[in-house]
């Protein structure tokens, strides 16, 4: 959660941190490419990203305790197993080709 943070504290607008956001998830977790089920996921955790930029910005009405909690339930109930899971998974070596 700390790499999100950091994305959307350097943002001007929610815009912009709610993508940082997401890019931040996807470098940290490996993903180099879509597939309709990590969109999903991006998707899903939009409403956390929003909560985190409000929060940054001030609004002390932002709740990303409860936010995080939504998308974590949701993502136990379809993928039935923790969202955390992800980030222990070993990331495969990718072999340097020199041409």
Request: cysteine-free; hydrophobic content about 45%.
């Amino acid at each position: 959660m700390q790499v999100t943070a950091d994305a959307i504290d350097a943002a001007e607008s929610e815009d912009i941190a709610v993508a940082s956001a997401f890019a931040a998830l996807r470098s940290r977790l490996g993903w180099n490419a879509d597939s309709d089920a990590r969109l999903e996921v991006i998707s899903h955790f939009g409403p956390v990203a929003r909560a985190m930029y409000r929060n940054s910005s001030g609004d002390q009405s932002a709740n990303i305790h409860a936010a995080l909690a939504e998308f974590e339930h949701w993502y136990s109930e379809t993928r039935g197993s923790s969202f955390w899971a992800l980030f222990e998974q070993q990331m495969p070596d990718t072999p340097v080709v020199d041409f």
